[in-house]
């Protein structure tokens, strides 16, 4: 495959899932430390206490990274490993761990891409409102403001926030995930307004704060809708459900791209949104559009799976039913590699910023053979297929900039637990032992040969 000699190969983690040590080196207690030690959360009651154990084996993870021959890493900071009460004194523990990290990686020639907020929230915050209290965009300026002036001198690429889409919806409309609370629609609209002016604010702070020029962007994730043929009328279909949607139930409406990406890049909501819900949108001023709006150098996606639509006779989308035995992965997710290249298409199309695909895996029911490997022929085909996909829609014009695998690590999956693994790694959880599944080797060479 062949990206062109710029394009960036990478893998991906977030600090929760893969770290462990929360109660090491000064770090204050997340939502997560919290949510997950509340029986019936997590699947078997796990919690990401040990998780990977990556806090202390961090040279042993580096080295991982330099046989697969990654180009980058990213990874997100614990905003409570740095800021314990979430504000204030600055702990220096917490600093020395990240400031290793970055600084082994870049030993191997390994370079880091930070991700500031990955949904460990100081739980110190959490008490203060969290989410929900607009003073969180002071906060987390205040962090990203530490975070560039400690690590901009070596890391020149970041982002702001992963998946506000689940933030607001996973971890205040449902329920599933941390902190665990069922919020009505006034209050999720609210969420999502102060998500937007962290952003901003996070952008505005790293700029400011850095000491040398640097790249920021960050990373939604959302439904996306592929055309069932290459048809003028398939296609528009496809462009026109992926960023437009009449529903008006937050839980399917929360789940569409422009949602998060039109404030941020078109300083506008989607009409629909403001049609269906607004008795409930907050305002929003002009000084707080020009914060919502702070320009970004990329655009981050996390892209696993999309719908299949065809055109009805009025031009409109209508989903294709997926016949029986459609493939799955082992938490149930479809496979949909077309949604790797018109996703990227559509997103490139409509706001004409790089695209890092920053999350795109599946999870597989790995197990070690008795030749003491793991072999996970389905993971290799999957790989292979989304890359395809993504080199299409770099055939088709779209600017794509490098592409993050998930995961490095089979890690902590959130209300999963230790359940999925997503992993080019397989991890024993036992022993914590570490074992280079056969994707690891196909991701390896497919890295070699495409320089």
Request: aromatic letters at 14%; glycine letters at 10%; a negative charge.
């Amino acid at each position: 495959m062949n990206f062109g000699e710029n394009f960036v190969w990478g893998a991906a983690t977030a600090s929760y899932q893969v770290e462990g040590g929360t109660r090491e080196g000064g770090r204050g207690l997340s939502i997560w430390d919290v949510f997950a030690h509340e029986p019936g959360h997590i699947y078997m009651n796990h919690n990401g206490d040990q998780a990977c154990d990556s806090y202390h084996r961090l040279r042993e993870d580096v080295a991982l990274m330099a046989e697969l021959g990654l180009d980058a890493y990213r990874f997100s900071i614990s905003w409570p490993r740095l800021l314990p009460n979430g504000t204030g004194a600055a702990n220096e523990e917490g600093i020395a761990f990240y400031n290793e990290l970055i600084d082994a990686l870049l030993e191997k020639g390994i370079q880091p891409y930070v991700t500031l907020y990955h949904w460990d929230l100081p739980y110190a915050l959490h008490l203060r409102g969290g989410w929900l209290n607009p003073e969180i965009a002071d906060w987390f300026a205040e962090y990203a403001a530490l975070v560039a002036e400690r690590f901009s001198d070596r890391v020149s690429h970041f982002f702001t926030i992963n998946e506000p889409q689940c933030i607001s919806t996973l971890g205040y409309m449902t329920g599933e995930h941390a902190p665990g609370l069922k919020m009505g629609r006034r209050e999720y609209f609210q969420i999502h307004k102060n998500l937007l002016l962290a952003h901003g604010r996070g952008v505005r702070a790293l700029r400011e704060h850095a000491c040398r020029e640097i790249q920021v962007g960050f990373a939604p994730c959302g439904a996306f809708y592929y055309p069932a043929t290459e048809s003028p009328e398939d296609i528009e279909a496809a462009r026109h459900a992926t960023f437009h949607t009449e529903s008006t139930v937050i839980g399917e409406m929360s789940w569409n791209p422009g949602l998060f990406s039109d404030p941020v890049y078109l300083g506008r909501f989607p009409e629909e949104t403001v049609r269906n819900f607004g008795d409930v949108l907050p305002s929003v001023s002009g000084e707080e559009w020009k914060i919502i709006t702070e320009p970004l150098d990329f655009h981050g996606q996390n892209l696993y799976n999309g719908i299949e639509v065809r055109a009805d006779g009025s031009g409109r989308p209508v989903p294709v039913t997926r016949y029986p035995g459609f493939p799955r992965t082992a938490i149930g997710w479809p496979v949909t590699p077309e949604a790797m290249r018109w996703g990227c298409r559509f997103l490139w199309e409509r706001y004409r910023k790089p695209i890092y695909v920053t999350e795109n895996g599946m999870s597989a029911h790995d197990i070690v053979s008795p030749d003491g490997c793991v072999h996970d022929p389905n993971r290799i085909e999957f790989m292979d297929r989304y890359l395809s996909e993504l080199e299409r829609a770099a055939g088709d014009g779209a600017e794509i900039a490098g592409y993050f695998a998930w995961s490095l690590l089979d890690n902590f999956e959130w209300a999963y637990g230790y359940s999925e693994r997503f992993g080019l790694v397989y991890v024993d959880f036992r022993d914590q032992k570490r074992i280079p599944k056969d994707s690891f080797r196909y991701y390896r060479d497919l890295i070699r040969t495409s320089k």
